[in-house]
């Protein structure tokens, strides 16, 4: 089986899952990244219940599993174990330029749904010369040079425990600027570059029925009006955007089934189309890599597969 499909000035290179491994083309949040070196992470689903995290090298198309946890995951629970109390672990968001670790304190495993008090919110956390600093009530999803972004789940106003599912909740999509926290408008933000610009979904991605609504992606900018790029597709999410005013992500057709797509210069198009690759179904766009190209996941002769696409303008 070829590593490397070159069609024209564009290359789709195969990334081979582990046997029995799948890669949700709908996650909560962008399921794959792509390192400045070109090596690309992915968290799997192995045989439908476990989950792992893989990395594939440059240039290779076998993976390799991730087995250590960050040393900073261990730096996180001892400074902000009480943030907020009883919780159940930071999650990783990323780094900022300055080496700063941004990350979530999620809510405890039992919450008391009849406490409207917001204690039991998940708290982002920003870690800094090993002070734990509060970001305040929030998830944080992604992060690029000074800017991380996320949302605020709240329940009749008050800010929800993270490990609540709920039809009244509601979501404002937050970025955060170093340690300034700026509200963006409805929605969840799942990534953000280094200007500032983020780009996500209406509601968290892949759970859309149990708040009574699909999600539709969304793009928030810097420094002008918000966009909703697949408004026409009944369900869609953007999980990866750059500098070079572009984003990627999944959406849906009336049947349900998923297509990685595009955006670009305030046009969507499906990779399947402007691809067409002999073999491939690119069913979610997760990360662009260090020189512009989308990572993400498919179908590769009916097999699940991960993808790099590069030269498509």
């Known amino acids: 089986m070829p590593h490397a499909l070159t ?7 195969l ?5 029995g491994a799948t890669i949700d083309p709908f ?15 992915a968290s799997v689903t192995v045989r439908g219940f476990v989950r792992e995290t893989i ?12 087995v250590n946890q960050p040393p900073v995951i261990a730096l996180l629970r001892q400074l902000c174990e009480d943030l907020p109390k009883a919780s159940t672990g930071p999650v990783l968001a990323g780094w900022l330029a300055d080496g700063s670790a941004i990350a979530t304190m999620q809510s405890p495993e039992m919450v008391d749904l009849d406490d409207t008090s917001g204690q039991y919110a998940p708290v982002v956390v920003h870690l800094r010369s090993r002070q734990c600093l509060d970001m305040g009530n ?37 970025r955060w600027h170093d340690r300034t926290r700026e509200p963006l408008g409805d929605g969840i933000a799942i990534a953000v570059d280094t200007q500032g610009d983020a780009a996500g979904a209406s509601v968290p991605p892949g759970k859309g029925g149990a708040f009574d609504a699909l999600p539709h992606a969304r793009i928030w900018f810097a420094n002008r009006a918000p966009i909703q790029p697949a408004e026409a597709s009944p369900a869609s999410a953007a999980y990866a955007i750059d500098t070079r005013g572009r984003a990627t992500g999944m959406l849906e057709d009336q049947s349900g089934r998923h297509y990685a797509f595009l955006w670009e210069n305030g046009a969507v198009r499906r990779l399947d189309d402007a691809v067409r690759a002999p073999g491939w179904r690119f069913e979610c766009g997760y990360a662009f890599g260090p020189a512009g190209e989308i990572v993400g996941v498919g179908t590769y002769r009916g097999t699940p597969a991960a993808f790099v696409i590069s030269g498509l303008d």
């Open 55 to 66: 990395a594939w090298a440059p240039f290779a198309g076998r993976s390799r599993p991730i």
């Open 138 to 174: 929030g998830v944080a999803l992604g992060t690029a040079g000074m800017f991380a972004a996320g949302y605020t789940a709240f329940i009749n106003r008050v800010p929800a425990p993270s490990n609540v599912v709920s039809a009244h909740e509601t979501f404002v999509a937050m």
């Open 15 to 19: 990334l081979h899952l582990p046997s």
């Open 27 to 41: 996650g909560a949040r962008a399921l794959m990244s792509a390192m400045p070196d070109g090596t690309v992470s």
């Open 7 to 13: 069609l024209a000035a564009i290359v789709v290179r």
